[in-house]
């Protein structure tokens, strides 16, 4: 456990305007994914269900893989900062609307100084390791929970290996890029567990 102390002093190192675009874009991202579960026509109960469903899942995913990234360049002395992108939560959303796909780009954690190779790979690595990390107590939940709280832990589980796969793609500004020039090993290793656990969550 990690003593409310601890967390009071990381919450300090988020400034006001980096938590407003955070919660922005925890809130987009949850109404983009909440628009395509509701697609079929859904009553108001629903609606709050799978908004509630897309926050806990999605919107967690989302702040603490980019707060990972974050506090991993902190501990190389950087700052780093997330700053969100307006017209990408926005196509996000009407994407969400009108077609159905959801395509989340919310935005980016920004790094200044200049980090060496070793250590933009491992602050790159830090997101897809805690959506690894998220994917065991989602599992828990699916597997032991029953019901609603199973199909949280369903969700949960699907998202965060989507997140990590994705975010391992070694191309363009992907985390996955800066990932394999620091250490090919711990890329294939990253990659295997993240497409593995994505693969053994659709099959379910």
């Known amino acids: 456990m990690i003593p409310a102390q601890t967390w009071y002093r990381m919450l300090e190192k988020i400034p006001p305007r980096e938590r407003r675009d955070l919660l922005i874009a925890w809130l987009a991202i949850s109404i983009a994914f909440t628009l395509i579960y509701i697609r079929g026509g859904v009553d108001i109960i629903g609606l709050i269900f799978f908004f509630v469903l897309s926050l806990l899942t999605v919107g967690v ?4 893989h980019e707060l990972a990234h974050k506090f991993a360049a902190m501990r190389y002395g950087y700052w780093a900062e ?3 992108d307006n017209q990408m939560l926005l196509i996000a959303v009407v994407m969400a609307a009108l077609v159905g796909i959801v395509f989340a780009a919310p935005g980016a954690t920004y790094i200044y100084g200049n980090a060496t190779r ?3 790979g491992r602050i790159s ?3 897809p390791i805690t959506n690894l990390l998220l994917c065991i107590p989602f599992a828990i939940l699916m597997l032991f929970g029953g019901g609603l709280i ?5 969700v949960g589980l699907r998202v965060n290996a989507m997140i990590a796969t994705f975010n391992m793609l070694p191309i363009s500004v992907l985390d996955g890029r800066k990932v394999l020039a620091w250490n090919p090993a711990a890329f294939a290793a990253l990659m295997a567990a993240s497409a593995g656990v994505l693969i053994w969550s659709l099959l379910l």
């Open 61 to 64: 995913a989302f702040v603490l």
């Open 82 to 84: 997330f700053q969100k």
């Open 118 to 120: 070793v250590e933009n």
């Open 125 to 127: 690595a830090a997101g």
């Open 150 to 154: 199973g199909i949280v832990g369903l």
